[in-house]
């Protein structure tokens, strides 16, 4: 038996009418949280580099789709051969260029094809923006918006002329009058830092993640250097926390070099 129908068989044995209260209780709906929980789980086994961990993630997620299509099994809708099989054609659909004759070169005519093949399928879809999940985490949805309307042609030839739009957002925002214009001209920041990094080959949920683990990592480290001194860092001046957070800055920085010699001479972390 292979791996995956005895997967297939443990699920069904939870789901069963003398399986687990647990597991027999779950809808599709009671199963979102888990699924998004399951996904970003995988994220961080990604970024941890740990094979180990991601061989548990990749599981984990895989547990999820078995489920849902278990349940779908037992209402008659479809179940996970379908599944399998269904993103099996659409790979062979939309691959013409790998399973037919056609030939393409580079990623963007791939891309450019995929759009054009999943906007004949989708023939109930009005708008070129229509398909980007409602709750997508929002740098990650401006971004996929925004790559939906650059396929289209509705796109800045390259990066400087979104970057040149991310100084005009912040001179917007300089001149700014009340609450309710700031916080209009602070969107329009935002959304144009992200267009900035999509033309850039970033992903922009991705480069705030990282700046927000990178603050947290140094902001505990000093809170250790407070405590290693005596001090109480809620008891500093902005001042006195700004020489704690510098000397932190540069003790990173040197491990970052000792680490790795030949990045010596880029930016600090």
């Not at 489920?67 to 037992?74: F, N, R």
């Not at 957070?245 to 540069?250: A, G, P, R, S």
Request: with cysteine; proline share 3%.
């Amino acid at each position: 038996m292979s791996s995956i129908d005895r997967l297939r068989e443990i699920v069904a044995r939870l789901r069963a009418p003398d399986g687990c209260p647990w597991d027999r209780e779950q809808t599709h709906e009671s199963l979102k949280s888990h699924l998004i929980e399951e996904c970003y789980e995988l994220i961080d086994a990604i970024d941890e580099r740990d094979d180990e961990t991601l061989r548990e993630e990749l599981g984990d997620l895989l547990l999820q789709v078995m489920l849902h299509a278990q349940m779908a099994s037992e209402e008659g809708r479809f179940d996970f051969d379908s599944v399998a099989g269904s993103i099996a054609e659409k790979l062979i659909r939309r691959h013409p260029h790998v399973f037919s004759d056609l030939k393409l070169s580079t990623s963007d005519a791939v891309l450019r094809q995929w759009d054009a093949i999943k906007r004949h399928e989708k023939t109930d879809r009005e708008s070129a923006l229509d398909g980007v999940p409602r709750f997508l985490p929002a740098l990650a949805r401006a971004q996929k918006v925004q790559s939906k309307a650059a396929r289209i042609g509705f796109d800045w030839p390259d990066s400087t002329g979104t970057l040149e739009k991310v100084k005009e957002e912040v001179a917007e925002l300089e001149q700014a009058k009340d609450h309710d214009q700031l916080a209009e001209e602070v969107g329009d920041l935002l959304f144009a830092v992200v267009n900035f990094a999509r033309k850039s080959k970033l992903e922009a949920e991705d480069l705030l993640q990282t700046a927000t683990r990178k603050f947290s990592d140094r902001f505990r480290r000093m809170e250790i250097l407070a405590e290693k001194r005596g001090l109480l860092l809620s008891g500093l001046t902005l001042a006195e926390m700004d020489q704690l957070w510098n000397e932190v800055k540069q003790s990173v920085k040197k491990q970052e070099q000792h680490r790795s010699p030949t990045s010596a001479g880029g930016e600090p972390l």
